[in-house]
């Protein structure tokens, strides 16, 4: 008999890539406030992360069934998230990898990508992201060796020289981004995770791998470069791209090796439609079921 239940490792890749969605689109925004002190931004704001993960977890194993008004609530918010979320990786997508695109038919291409996505259950959805979970860690690793050519120490600057307000500022921008996208866990049933007893320790385990993505591509930028040049970059991490394409051995497949960065805001996106359709449709239930 098939196991029609959502695995721990398939929810935890699922959970990476939440926690991974927004930092290729908005770190910049953080950089631009905290300046040389992101990285304390960053560790700040992954601290209240998870702290607030537990709250959702918490959450997630008491949810009982909402009414229509709530629902109606709730898929208004994240239709609103959506769109943004789907602006954003559409300029991501035009300025860095299609620039001569239009921006309406990468636009109309990542909503029928979506859309085909969403078509699937969550257990589908999070075995699609196991899978491109394996397909993400070797193009990660040879970013990093490739990227490791171009680091200079000579960037390295004295901490704390941004003033707090600035850095506690950054903080709670990069916790605001984290907890949306980290959110979308409540919307997937608690009845349907197989082995639930041992889910939060998985899950932390994939937020924590997360933010460890995150700071270990926010230092390869930051020792790479100066830091007005990130404040002057829309997108900063395509910078290590542009380095990997002028020191590494697969240069000329730079930008196809950084196709891990659309993985979390494509499934992201895919999943924000799950939710809204279940929601939508009245067939979305969020009592547990011990």
Do not use: H, W
Not at 46 to 68: C, E, H, T, Y
Not at 117 to 123: C, D, G, P, R, V
Not at 257 to 268: D, G, M, N, T, V
């Amino acid at each position: 008999m098939t196991n029609k239940k959502i695995g721990l490792l398939q929810l935890a890749s699922l959970t990476f890539f939440l926690s991974i969605s927004s930092f290729p689109l908005f770190l910049e925004k953080i950089i631009k406030i905290s300046k040389s002190d992101t990285i304390i931004s960053i560790i700040l704001g992954s601290i209240l992360v998870a702290i607030a993960f537990k709250g959702i977890l918490v959450l997630r194993k008491r949810m009982k069934p909402i009414n229509k008004y709530l629902k109606i609530s709730i898929c208004l918010i994240l239709s609103i998230v959506f769109i943004y979320l789907l602006l954003e990786t559409t300029n991501f997508i035009k300025n860095s990898y299609l620039s001569s695109g239009n921006f309406y038919s990468i636009l109309i291409l990542i909503i029928l990508m979506c859309l085909i996505i969403s078509l699937q259950s969550y257990k589908e959805l999070a075995s699609l992201s196991l899978i491109l979970g394996f397909i993400f860690i070797p193009l990660f690793a040879i970013n990093i060796i490739g990227s490791t050519f171009s680091l200079d120490l000579t960037y390295l600057k004295v901490p704390f020289t941004t003033n707090f307000t600035d850095i506690l500022k950054g903080s709670l921008l990069f916790f605001l981004y984290e907890v949306i996208a980290l959110s979308l866990i409540l919307f997937i049933p608690y009845k349907e995770i197989d082995n639930r007893k041992k889910q939060d320790k998985y899950l932390y385990l994939a937020l924590l791998t997360g933010v460890l993505v995150i700071i270990i591509e926010y230092l390869l930028l930051y020792f790479s470069t100066s830091i007005n040049v990130l404040t002057d970059y829309n997108y900063p991490f395509m910078l290590t791209i542009n380095s990997l394409s002028s020191t590494f051995i697969l240069g000329r497949l730079s930008y196809i090796i950084s196709f891990y960065l659309l993985f979390a805001p494509l499934l992201a996106l895919s999943l924000i439609i799950c939710v809204i359709k279940q929601l939508g449709f009245d067939k979305y239930n969020l009592k547990t079921l011990d």
